[in-house]
């Protein structure tokens, strides 16, 4: 993994007030257990949690990104599934599990991922840099209106 690229991806996650924290593949569980996320999605450890999801949101989504971006602190998910889709946008607080090793550059470097999604009509893709922040004409600036109010990243260690 290069370190760069992390020290980036980290600096700019923390511009835009996500959490950023260290985890050890052997750390998950106690995460699981200390912590109450009403949705979990980490398919690389077949681990799941469903719950209901419907115009009132959910409070905690914890859900493994398929890649990020160094240079903005941008997290990718692509899913079919439409449960993905509502959890990372209808929570209070989106927490993303991602593996060090899937972090790129630059959003160029995503191309052959974005080339994927568009292959399959069906694939969902969100570019999620940090909570959902939005500003009207008087430059009043609400938060959590058009999804999550707070972000943090779990960076699973190599």
Same mark, same amino acid.
């Given at each position: 993994?290069?370190?760069?690229? #992390?020290?980036?991806?980290? +600096?700019? @996650? *923390? #511009?835009?007030?996500?959490?950023?924290?260290?985890?050890?593949?052997?750390?998950?569980?106690?995460?699981?257990?200390?912590?109450?996320?009403?949705?979990?999605? %980490? !398919?690389?450890?077949?681990?799941?949690?469903?719950?209901?999801?419907?115009?009132?949101?959910?409070? &905690?989504?914890?859900?493994?990104?398929? @890649?990020?971006?160094?240079? =903005?602190?941008? $997290?990718? /998910?692509?899913?079919?599934?439409?449960?993905? &889709? #509502?959890?990372?946008? /209808?929570?209070?607080?989106?927490?993303? /599990?991602?593996?060090?090793?899937?972090?790129?550059?630059? %959003? +160029?470097?995503?191309?052959?991922? %974005?080339?994927?999604?568009?292959?399959?009509? @069906?694939?969902?893709?969100?570019?999620? =840099?940090?909570?959902? &922040? =939005?500003?009207?004409?008087? &430059?009043?600036? *609400?938060?959590?209106?058009?999804? !999550?109010?707070?972000?943090? $990243?779990?960076?699973?260690?190599?």
């Amino acid at each position: 993994m290069n370190s760069l690229l #992390l020290k980036k991806f980290i +600096e700019k @996650s *923390t #511009l835009v007030s996500n959490g950023n924290f260290f985890i050890k593949k052997e750390q998950i569980n106690d995460l699981l257990n200390k912590e109450d996320f009403d949705f979990i999605a %980490l !398919p690389s450890f077949n681990i799941y949690k469903g719950c209901t999801i419907d115009e009132k949101g959910i409070n &905690r989504s914890l859900i493994e990104a398929d @890649s990020a971006i160094a240079e =903005t602190g941008t $997290v990718i /998910l692509k899913s079919k599934s439409e449960k993905i &889709r #509502l959890a990372s946008s /209808l929570c209070e607080e989106l927490n993303i /599990l991602l593996k060090q090793n899937l972090i790129l550059e630059k %959003l +160029e470097d995503a191309e052959m991922i %974005l080339k994927e999604s568009v292959q399959n009509q @069906s694939n969902y893709i969100a570019f999620i =840099t940090g909570a959902s &922040r =939005t500003a009207d004409i008087e &430059r009043v600036l *609400t938060i959590g209106v058009h999804g !999550p109010v707070r972000m943090n $990243v779990y960076i699973l260690e190599d």
